[in-house]
């Protein structure tokens, strides 16, 4: 889904790529990108300068059956925007228990909830003895992942290494339950559709087509379609299925509206809402309005929300450019 945003001048565009068991190649890209598959999870590192050591750290969280890749094209350009501030940024792009490479990954045991998902998050943070991410950036299912992660920061537990983030961003993600009165059951269907077909299937085209004759839009059946992986002759999903369903039905049914009411000192959870999206009933944004909070007096977090305009539910793909002016000058405010 995300498109080739234009490199930016004056960063170095031959930068090491390194893949774990696999040999090294040169990119012309201006970043560095390496991935690695954990016992944990697998993800994706991004700088602007790799040979300077990193001052802060930014996780991002892709939705259901998504993936890191889905946040490259994004993720590059921020990093860009942020290589002029005293700062030296690392976005690690994770893909989430059954989804990407994470999908091939042994000891994400179930239940397939978001409180195990954002639990993994803190098992790769004390598995490879970082410090705590300073951001965390979550679209939709991610998001709700941002928020678990939050709050069981919150509670410690992870243990003492893992803290609370500075800034959460949650991107055009319902806080609360997604029930199916403010639901259009698209999702549904599609993960219904998706769990009546065997689990390899011809190929990536006759999976659009299929999808666009059952009545989905071109759009969703291309998408769908890039979550395919060979498989001998034919293709099967990126992602486990049955796994990413549960999490599906444990995104519908948690609640992080207490967070919000009462979000812990020293945190900022930024709300985007995509001005075109379908997923928010006016309630739910009155409700959100009514947290967003001034300065205060520090005793307490605080929330922002913010309308990306001209923008559907893919945020870093409808308006890439409106969602870095949004966040970029936030993530500049955190001081090396």
């Not at 993960?191 to 011809?202: G, I, N």
Request: net charge neutral; hydrophobic share 35%.
């Amino acid at each position: 889904m995300a498109r080739l945003i234009r490199k930016k001048q004056g960063i170095p565009s031959t930068l090491l790529t390194r893949f774990l068991n696999s040999p090294s190649s040169l990119l012309t890209l201006p970043y560095s990108t390496s991935k690695r598959s954990l016992r944990t999870l697998a993800y994706e590192e991004i700088q602007a300068n790799p040979n300077k050591p990193y001052t802060h750290t930014a996780f991002i969280l892709h939705g259901l059956l998504g993936s890191a890749r889905n946040w490259r094209s994004f993720s590059r350009t921020l990093v860009s925007s942020l290589s002029d501030s005293p700062s030296e940024w690392r976005m690690v792009l994770v893909d989430l228990r059954n989804h990407g490479n994470s999908a091939e990954m042994e000891g994400l045991d179930p239940p397939h909830d978001l409180v195990n998902a954002a639990k993994d998050l803190g098992n790769l943070i004390n598995s490879k003895g970082w410090e705590s991410p300073d951001v965390v950036i979550g679209h939709s299912m991610g998001g709700k992942v941002a928020l678990q992660f939050a709050k069981s920061c919150g509670n410690r537990d992870y243990g003492e290494n893992v803290k609370l983030p500075k800034q959460l961003w949650v991107l055009d993600s319902v806080p609360g339950e997604v029930t199916s009165d403010n639901s259009d059951g698209e999702v549904e269907k599609v993960l219904q559709t998706l769990q009546s077909l065997p689990s390899t299937v011809p190929s990536r085209k006759w999976l659009v087509n299929h999808m666009l004759d059952l009545g989905f839009s071109k759009s969703l059946s291309e998408w769908i379609g890039t979550n395919l992986k060979k498989a001998g002759g034919e293709e099967t999903w990126a992602f486990n299925l049955e796994g990413a369903v549960q999490m599906f039905h444990s995104y519908r049914e948690l609640s992080y509206w207490s967070l919000l009411e009462h979000p812990p000192k020293g945190l900022e959870i930024s709300i985007v809402r995509a001005e075109k999206s379908d997923r928010w009933d006016a309630d739910v944004i009155t409700r959100l309005e009514s947290l967003a909070s001034p300065e205060g007096d520090g005793s307490a977090g605080k929330i922002s929300v913010h309308v990306l305009p001209s923008s559907g539910h893919w945020v870093h793909v409808d308006n890439p450019k409106g969602l870095l002016e949004i966040m970029a000058p936030k993530l500049k405010s955190l001081m090396p």
